[in-house]
């Protein structure tokens, strides 16, 4: 059963300040994996989506790396700004589910 | 020029009762889904559906029903509501069958609060 983790579950930091977002997943034969915002009271946002074959993405100040033969992805988040804070959801699709499978989420809060 | 939309945005009603969520999406995708958001904000696949398979969670309450009156629609029945059926749920399409390599497109979501 595929399982997804996400690293940390909160973080604080200053706005300007680079910072990573991790995931993990157990079951390698995935077909994609996508991180999305959700913004409180809000529904998903798609932010990039990472083909099994691809190794990274990138839009704009986001960045996302796939290592799918050690079942991790990072979110490397820019310059970052009060707008960026927000949870951080991190899914694969693939690895014996149907659907997407979810990770729990990282509350990111980017202080003025 | 809504990609995927649910209606009703809230729902509030008592246990017991029958209730429906709608779901529409116009990116002619061939495949839908439904999710729930629990309380602690953690989102499970429920169904995903085609016109060709319905692939059901097994952790799913045969309660619940998704029915599809044509490829762009797929509305969720909720039937005999219970205190624990509270929470966001979400619809969501994509291009090609479940499990496949397509993004996924999410609708905005429906609270439902049993009380």
């Known amino acids: 059963k595929q399982e997804v983790t996400q690293i940390p579950a909160a973080l604080s930091v200053p706005e300007g300040e680079n910072l990573v977002l991790n995931c993990s997943f157990t079951?390698?034969?995935?077909?994609?994996l996508q991180w999305f915002r959700q913004d409180p009271g809000k529904g998903l946002t798609s932010l990039l989506l990472i083909q099994s074959s691809q190794r990274e993405q990138t839009s704009g100040r986001l960045n996302a790396s796939l290592d799918k033969s050690s079942g991790r992805s990072t979110l490397y988040i820019a310059a970052s700004q009060p707008g960026d804070s927000a949870t951080y959801l991190c899914a694969v699709s693939g690895g014996g589910a149907d659907g997407l499978t979810f990770g729990k989420g990282t509350h990111l809060i980017i202080q003025p | 020029d809504t990609a995927v939309s649910q209606t009703p945005k809230y729902l509030v009603t008592q246990m017991g009762n029958d209730k429906s969520i709608k779901c529409e999406q116009n990116?002619?995708?061939?495949?839908m889904y439904w999710y729930k958001q629990d309380s602690k904000k953690f989102l499970k696949i429920m169904f995903s559906y085609n016109n060709k398979e319905l692939i059901i969670n097994e952790t799913v309450p045969n309660r619940f029903s998704p029915k599809s009156p044509d490829k762009a629609h797929l509305n969720l029945h909720i039937n005999s509501l219970e205190l624990g059926d509270s929470a966001v749920y979400f619809c969501?399409?994509?291009?090609?069958?479940?499990?496949?390599?397509?993004?996924?497109?999410f609708g905005p979501g429906t609270r439902l609060t049993v009380t």
């Open positions: 990116l002619g995708h061939d495949t």
């Open positions: 969501a399409s994509s291009r090609g069958s479940g499990g496949s390599s397509y993004e996924q497109y």
């Open positions: 079951d390698s034969a995935i077909y994609n």
